[in-house]
């Protein structure tokens, strides 16, 4: 496999060096080379054609070369190796970690943007389908929903003024009717519980709200924000798994290395099912979604190739990990709702 790989990559262009001899255009200094060892500038001349200087630009930004290729491979079949080789200092063979997760996950939420994107800017009606097989109508069925509790929460306003009238000593008692709003405001007592569910409500319509009026803006504030908050759960991550393997003794720049390659493992697989599903092969869509699956094998041979330690060890320590890793994704959605209509 790997002599067929090194056969593929010596096919692959290469960039002709330029030899450079004179002064630097930018501090005037003696250059002999491709760089001025004065100010560091690249004698690299942009009179060429403006593709080839966008792909050279693109290729030194995101390190699209052969590089890409030697980590892609042990990235899928080499649990927790590119870790170990940057350990070690084999750094120049394989692409920045962190290079390579930002060119993913842009790569992934570009590719997710446009295949769940809505099909026009005006409003589009999710549906789901109840136990009958019939399909509701989501956005509908949530308005109503939002309805009935605005009407509980228009009783509760009430109920309330009633209750502090009676703690005024406003209300008479001489009538029935008096009698009877307390009555029924003490009744109602456990509807005060339900008032942070009815504040939520009123979240949720603004979100409704948003959805009709531009639900492709609303995909693409939803991406940014769930991309933004992954930046935050990848060093909680790496510190759950410092605080699982405490006694082992490893960098915290190891765990965050683990951190980064299995989202990059992550991203790699959510490409590849945005590009079945984009193929749009009915007997093929079934499989992009089985391909998820591979997301926890990966992590469980993860960490038992690289902290080597036992099966039994390694599956309990994936339990835990695997759970803590679901509250902080989970607690991302939210803050990516959040953000959305704070």
Request: glycine residues 4%.
């Amino acid at each position: 496999m790997k002599q067929t790989i090194k056969k593929y990559l010596n096919k692959l262009p290469k960039r002709r060096v330029r030899h450079f001899e004179g002064f630097c255009p930018n501090c005037e200094f003696p250059v002999n080379g491709q760089f001025c060892s004065n100010c560091g500038q690249s004698t690299k001349s942009f009179h060429r054609p403006f593709w080839t200087v966008v792909t050279e630009s693109l290729g030194d930004a995101l390190s699209l070369d052969n590089r890409l290729i030697h980590t892609l491979f042990p990235l899928f079949f080499n649990p927790g190796y590119l870790t170990r080789e940057f350990m070690r200092g084999r750094r120049a063979r394989y692409t920045p970690p962190f290079r390579l997760y930002l060119f993913l996950t842009f790569f992934a939420f570009l590719l997710l943007a446009y295949n769940h994107k809505p099909e026009s800017d005006m409003t589009k009606n999710l549906s789901l389908e109840n136990q009958d097989g019939n399909k509701l109508d989501m956005v509908s069925f949530l308005e109503e929903m939002v309805g009935k509790n605005e009407a509980e929460l228009d009783s509760l306003v009430s109920d309330t003024v009633v209750q502090n009238q009676l703690k005024n000593g406003i209300i008479s008692f001489n009538s029935e009717k008096s009698i009877d709003l307390f009555q029924d405001s003490i009744e109602n007592k456990e509807a005060e519980d339900n008032g942070r569910e009815l504040i939520e409500d009123s979240k949720i319509r603004e979100l409704i709200e948003m959805w009709k009026l531009n639900p492709s803006l609303m995909m693409d504030s939803a991406f940014k924000k769930l991309s933004q908050t992954l930046l935050l759960i990848l060093p909680l991550f790496a510190l759950s798994l410092a605080l699982m393997y405490l006694r082992r003794r490893r960098y915290m720049l190891e765990h965050l290395l683990i951190s980064l390659n299995f989202h990059s493992f992550i991203f790699v697989l959510v490409i590849v099912s945005e590009l079945i599903l984009l193929m749009n092969v009915s007997y093929l869509n079934s499989f992009a979604l089985y391909l998820y699956f591979l997301i926890p094998i990966q992590l469980f041979l993860t960490m038992k190739f690289y902290y080597k330690q036992s099966w039994i060890k390694t599956f309990f320590k994936f339990i835990i990990v695997s759970f803590i890793y679901n509250i902080l994704l989970l607690t991302g959605v939210i803050i990516s709702l959040v953000a959305m209509i704070a």
